[in-house]
């Protein structure tokens, strides 16, 4: 479908349900201001009235802020300073999670179940602790892979459908397997018709139901963004502003023409891999019917550690994909599409090993022979690749004309599939494999 046909309704309704929360809590900020001593009150009701939920860009930095990693805080209160348990490090469950809403956690079906916890956690040791530590080492191994995704997405998928999850396979193309849900890694999102109601959200008292062709834009509910500043200007001009703020935060030099960059070059790494004039990519196709619980696919260049738990931030790791189990996709349709793609970039990892020549002659001999990868559940324990018999991975390099002014994006050439680099790898694309 075409984009002016379809939107999705679960971005929409959890935009709405987002907008419905930050109601809630403005209007608790109000109250709670009211409650300070009379010298304080007029400076907190002056913060409250403007009071805005903050938000963590981490394709720019991938550490995870010290706000959400901190068990307890310290806060100024009506009541005078106060240590109370941080919200955003831990959820309470009221009530607890049921077994039938939560699948186990790892491989084994005797492994923790989430309905155990009392609170949610982020990476629990054995004493279902959480580690922050872990959870940023995760982060910071696949945070050049994420800054340049989150580029790549922006400025090369035009089609909302494939841009939006990783089951839609129209108009994915080779170079497109990357999509929002393959970057935040979760499978929420389903194609719907633009006036399917939003229940449960009210767009008024009488009862009317919100709908995404009259919730799609958050000016609607009278906020913006940072560098979406959708006032007063026309669509041509908020393009403009859109396309360079997304230049300014992801890809600020302006272009790096030569396939072969200089050792001096590789010391601003994390900006080149957005500029150079050829992309390499990994793409990872696997049916849903293969999945058996949630589990990870780990790329390296070179080989795996022996040591499974150090998998997700080994110093040779190039990214992790996330893949969700099929109890938790909604398949009730009898045509969604048999698989789920994703994608990761090879460029920042090829460069912070070294590699100053990212032509195919250089890339598919190292690819061939450095190129490895490893499957893990989420309890870290190691999948049989066999297991999963429907996995294909390959590697496609894709053609790319750098942005010349800061208001352009680059062009997107044709991608070529590589099969020599995976041909022989159990779970990669062999030669007489089709690619989708």
């Given at each position: ?27 608790n ?11 304080q009150?007029a400076?907190y ?27 307890t ?16 490090y ?16 790892g491989?084994s ?14 990476y ?9 530590d ?6 910071q ?21 494939p ?14 397997y ?28 009488s ?8 919730a799609?834009?958050?000016r ?19 393009s ?6 997304l ?18 070059a590789l010391?601003n ?6 500029a150079?004039?050829i ?7 696997i049916s ?8 990870f ?15 997700s ?11 969700l ?13 048999a ?52 996995l294909?991975?390959h590697?496609?390099?894709q053609?790319?004309?750098p942005r ?33």
């Amino acid at each position: 479908m075409a984009l002016y046909e379809v939107r999705s309704s679960a971005a929409i309704t959890r935009m709405t349900f987002t907008d419905a929360a930050k109601e809630i809590i403005w209007l608790n900020a109000q109250w709670i201001a009211a409650r300070y001593p009379a010298p304080q009150r007029a400076q907190y009701r002056a913060a409250a009235r403007t009071l805005r939920i903050p938000f963590w860009d981490w394709s720019l930095d991938a550490t995870m802020p010290p706000e959400v990693s901190q068990p307890t805080i310290y806060i100024n209160a009506p009541e005078g300073t106060v240590n109370v348990p941080n919200p955003l490090y831990s959820y309470t469950f009221h009530p607890l999670p049921s077994e039938d809403e939560f699948p186990p956690i790892g491989s084994s079906p005797n492994g923790p179940k989430v309905w155990s916890f009392q609170s949610t956690v982020r990476y629990p040791d054995s004493n279902n602790q959480s580690q922050p530590d872990l959870v940023n080492r995760q982060l910071q191994a696949n945070g050049a892979a994420l800054h340049s995704m989150t580029y790549a997405l922006l400025t090369q998928q035009p089609d909302y459908g494939p841009f939006s999850n990783t089951r839609y396979d129209d108009a994915r193309g080779l170079g497109r397997y990357n999509n929002i849900e393959n970057i935040h890694n979760g499978i929420h999102m389903l194609i719907e018709d633009i006036n399917t109601p939003l229940s449960p959200f009210h767009e008024d008292d009488s009862g009317t139901l919100w709908t995404s062709a009259r919730a799609w834009s958050t000016r609607t509910f009278g906020y913006s963004y940072p560098g979406i500043n959708d006032w007063a200007v026309n669509s041509s001009q908020l393009s403009t502003n859109v396309k360079t703020r997304l230049n300014e935060l992801y890809n600020p030099t302006r272009r790096t023409s030569e396939r072969s960059v200089s050792a001096n070059a590789l010391g601003n790494m994390r900006l080149l891999p957005n500029a150079m004039d050829i992309q390499w990519l990994i793409n990872i196709a696997i049916s849903k019917s293969d999945i058996p619980s949630p589990f990870f696919v780990h790329i390296y260049l070179g080989s795996a550690p022996t040591d499974p738990s150090t998998w997700s931030f080994a110093p040779n790791l190039v990214a992790s994909h996330s893949v969700l189990d099929t109890s938790m996709l909604n398949t009730a349709g009898a045509d969604m599409p048999a698989k789920l793609y994703g994608q990761i970039p090879l460029n920042p990892a090829l460069l912070a090993a070294g590699n100053t020549d990212l032509s195919s002659s250089k890339m598919v001999p190292l690819l061939k022979s450095q190129l490895n990868w490893r499957l893990q559940s989420t309890d870290d324990a190691p999948i049989e690749i066999g297991k999963l018999p429907s996995l294909k991975i390959h590697v496609v390099g894709q053609d790319i004309k750098p942005r010349v002014s800061a208001d352009e994006f680059p062009e997107y050439g044709t991608a070529r599939v590589y099969k020599e680099v995976t041909n022989g790898k159990a779970g990669g694309l062999q030669n007489g494999d089709d690619v989708k």
